[in-house]
T-cell receptor, first 113, second 116 residues
Framework: SQKIEQNSEALNIQEGKTATLTCNYT??????LQWYRQDPGRGPVFLLLIRENEKEKRKERLKVTFDTTLKQSLFHITASQPADSATYLC????????????FGQGTELSVKP | DTEVTQTPKHLVMGMTNKKSLKCEQH?????MYWYKQKAKKPPELMFV???????INESVPSRFSPECPNSSLLNLHLHALQPEDSALYLCASSQGTDVSGANVLTFGAGSRLTVL
């Protein structure tokens, strides 16, 4: 079955530094990969989508890379701020007798002032 | 309107009660989803509706019964739940579920369910 792993449950960094989160997947060749942000007690919010033919995608202070050979995506937040503190989830849309979005276990990012 | 609205925000029910969670979107999305989320865990898919038809049931116990009355509404009927069913229930929608589309999900704020 498909498996998505985010290699850190928690990541603590200092304000102004770059946060780097990792997402690895197995048993699947996705056409694209998504990243979501979730704040406590709230639903996930879509951040970025990267397609298999894209190496890198940027949106303001966010950058996502996608290496289909390594089956890995990296998610970067540059010039991090305390307001970036949240759980970040990578997700794959799986097509198998219907379509569904499945999530990695998430990385809880804490940015200290 | 770019929101998914879920009601109620909080629900407390006994194990013999029957209650329903409701979800509404007016973005013209043709796919709607129910997820269950426990503390410190990722959302776990329960059901997917595509064009008002149930397309995926992730082996969810029958005490959870989904219903899609029309393309904008999704309900989750609850009956004879167990305390371990206490969780945040999230509804989401997307334009579709087909392989040709980039299916980004828009989530509601969730319904916090406590089963006593």
């Amino acid at each position: 079955s498909q498996k998505i792993e985010q290699n850190s449950e928690a990541l603590n960094i200092q304000e102004g530094k770059t946060a780097t989160l990792t997402c690895n997947y197995t048993n699947y060749s996705p056409a694209y990969l998504q990243w979501y942000r979730q704040d406590p007690g709230r639903g996930p919010v879509f951040l970025l989508l990267i397609r298999e033919n894209e190496k890198e995608k940027r949106k303001e202070r966010l950058k996502v890379t996608f290496d289909t050979t390594l089956k890995q995506s990296l998610f970067h937040i540059t010039a991090s701020q305390p307001a970036d503190s949240a759980t970040y989830l990578c997700a794959l849309f799986i097509y198998n007798q219907g379509g569904k979005l499945i999530f990695g276990q998430g990385t809880e990012l804490s940015v200290k002032p | 309107d770019t929101e998914v609205t879920q009601t109620p925000k909080h629900l407390v029910m006994g194990m013999t009660n029957k209650k329903s969670l409701k979800c509404e979107q007016h973005m013209g999305h043709r796919a709607m989803y129910w997820y269950k989320q426990k503390a410190k865990k990722p959302p776990e898919l329960m059901f997917v509706y595509s064009y008002e038809k149930l397309s995926i049931n992730e082996s969810v116990p029958s005490r959870f019964s989904p219903e899609c009355p029309n393309s904008s509404l999704l309900n989750l009927h609850l009956h004879a739940l167990q305390p371990e069913d206490s969780a945040l229930y999230l509804c989401a929608s997307s334009q579709g579920t087909d392989v040709s589309g980039a299916n980004v999900l828009t989530f509601g704020a969730g319904s916090r369910l406590t089963v006593l």
